[in-house]
């Protein structure tokens, strides 16, 4: 018998093992037989090759942000050495990289730097030289929020509303909707301020201006939007933590769970409360006095109710390809285009069916291509739900023949052999985009009865494929379930 069963060996599942075998609990890690499906026909994965690894499911590998540092203080832990003089596990070790400037479409179509510094797009200086080249007219109806009264102080829900109406539509089409769509998924009227920029509207009533608040917000959206990863990639955090485990004696399972079932104290098949968990492995069961859950997990046979993998509520589609530099960055190698060494660019693109998709390119912040071609190129799909949303209903050959359509617009005439065929294509969880979805999402795990249970319920899907509060909740959750198995809680 061991103490805690762990089914999942992503970052999530794992650093839930490493909070129990730190404090002398048994362990054994295994993985689940088969992914957990995800209504209309697409399984969540990471995509193919790089990072396509069970660690990275539920979650977009390079896109991880950590609002709180609380992902970076885990892989800190992660890599630190267990005595002096130690060995640290490098590959464990965050890597920070800021946002990029960003290059946006102006009212005549042609590429302009963004105006900084702007929080989600909203500028702090609306008269700037590069919100009047992005704006035009607009911007003289942006300097309006300079003067207004603040009619409904800092109560605004709506990030979209709030943006119309202080700063008026172009800066909201022009300037904020892009950032959003690339993020979220949806327009920036269906993303809650406090979702995106938490704090913003408190600085609105203090600065007395949207503008004024994007300013004094500037540095700490920079902090949040920060994309953190492990130094060797995520495939090689999964091996680091494997590693650390293996030093506090934890077993790894050969073969893959096929089925939990849970004992009573009275012998009982039905009792609110279990004594014991038979986690059954090929050719035997395994007992364990807790079980842990990922998200390939939680559709296993046995698992309670309350722990099943019901999928996230609103996903959406991912297309990732390598592309030659782009007629943006040619011109200001040239200095046609007085834009000084672009890193990345985004606009949101109308496919054929009249979904409206987020098109960003990316290099690196020194300059230094990704990738031989230099360049990659992230189509982002509309969020919609599991079932009867857009992001889907189509098949996966729907979805490549949409992007085929959309490299070719983008890029002006790339055929689809040379794009689309090439793109890494995934289904993922969407953000949440407002306070009300993440709360009913995330009502289970804080409800009496999951703080009650032997039976936790980790992984990125639990959180919308927020790997950084996924790893801190299930840290969390791991510490109150270790104290109640040591005695230490009742």
């Not at 920070?96 to 702090?124: E, K, M, S």
């Not at 089409?173 to 993020?183: H, I, M, T, W």
């Not at 327009?187 to 203090?206: F, K, M, Q, S, Y």
């Not at 070719?408 to 294509?425: N, Y």
Request: proline share 7%; glycine share 12%; net charge negative.
């Amino acid at each position: 018998m061991v103490d805690v069963y762990v089914i999942g060996e992503g970052p999530v599942e794992l650093a839930a093992a490493l909070e129990f075998a730190e404090v002398g609990l048994s362990v054994r890690v295994g993985r689940a037989a088969s992914p957990a499906p995800v209504r209309g026909g697409a399984a969540l994965e990471a995509g193919r090759g790089g990072d396509a690894d069970a660690c990275a499911a539920g979650f977009s590998p390079g896109e991880v942000t950590d609002p709180d540092g609380t992902l970076r203080e885990f892989l800190e832990h992660v890599a630190a050495p267990l005595s002096p003089g130690g060995a640290p596990l490098a590959a464990a070790r965050p890597v920070a990289t800021p946002p990029a400037p960003v290059l946006l479409r102006g009212a005549d179509r042609v590429w302009r730097a963004q105006p900084t510094p702007a929080v989600f797009g909203i500028p702090a200086v609306p008269l700037s030289r590069a919100s009047i080249a992005l704006l035009g007219g607009g911007a003289a109806r942006a300097f309006l929020d300079r003067v207004r009264p603040l009619l409904t102080i800092g109560k605004t829900r709506s990030l979209g509303a709030l943006v119309r109406s202080r700063l008026g539509g172009a800066a909201l089409e022009r300037l904020v909707d892009p950032f959003v769509r690339a993020k979220y998924g949806v327009d920036a009227e269906r993303v809650d301020v406090a979702i995106a920029a938490p704090g913003l509207n408190e600085d609105l009533t203090t600065a007395g201006s949207l503008c004024g608040a994007a300013l004094a917000y500037a540095e700490r959206h920079v902090a949040r939007e920060t994309r953190v990863r492990p130094a060797g990639g995520w495939p090689a955090l999964r091996d680091a933590l494997l590693e650390r485990l293996a030093l506090y004696g934890v077993e790894v399972a050969e073969a893959p769970a096929t089925g939990v079932a849970s004992t009573t104290r009275d012998g009982g098949g039905a009792a609110s409360e279990s004594d014991a968990w038979l986690v059954s492995e090929a050719g035997g069961q395994v007992r364990a006095s807790a079980v842990v859950l990922g998200d390939r997990a939680a559709g296993l046979p046995g698992v309670p109710d309350d722990a099943r993998a019901h999928g996230p509520r609103v996903v959406r589609w991912i297309a990732e390809l390598d592309v030659a530099t782009p007629d943006f960055a040619r011109a200001a190698a040239a200095d046609r285009a007085g834009i000084a060494s672009p890193a990345a660019a985004l606009e949101i693109v109308t496919a054929p069916n009249g979904e409206r998709w987020s098109a960003a390119w990316e290099r690196d912040a020194a300059g230094r291509p990704t990738t031989e071609a230099g360049w990659r190129l992230r189509l982002s799909g509309p969020a919609g739900g599991r079932v009867d949303g857009p992001s889907s209903d189509a098949s996966e050959a729907e979805v490549r023949d949409t992007v085929g359509a959309l490299v070719r617009a983008v890029l002006e005439g790339t055929e689809p052999d040379e794009g689309s065929a090439a793109a890494s294509i995934r289904l993922v969880p969407a953000l949440f985009a407002t306070a009300a979805a993440r709360d009913e999402a995330n009502g289970h795990t804080t409800s009496p009865r999951a703080g009650e249970s032997t039976c936790l319920r980790v992984g990125p899907e639990v959180h919308s494929g927020d790997l950084a509060a996924a790893v801190s909740d299930a840290r969390e959750k791991s510490v109150h379930l270790r104290r109640r198995l040591t005695g230490i809680a009742e």
